[in-house]
């Protein structure tokens, strides 16, 4: 099994690492969907089976 690591800061170095390192939003590209769930909402139909 791995050895975990914990990473104690301060306030203030936890301050200094969020200026150094900002968190930076980014948008989606437009016109594009995702695909994962694409069809979630499809109904479909499995061959001609009649329902009992």
Not at 5 to 23: C, S
Not at 31 to 51: H, P, Q, S, T, V
């Amino acid at each position: 099994m791995s050895e975990v690591t914990v990473w104690y800061m301060t306030e203030d170095e936890r301050l200094a690492y969020i200026e150094k390192h900002p968190i930076v939003k980014t948008e989606k590209p437009k016109g594009k969907r995702d695909l994962a769930f694409a069809n979630i909402n499809n109904r479909y139909e499995w061959g001609n089976r009649k329902k009992a």
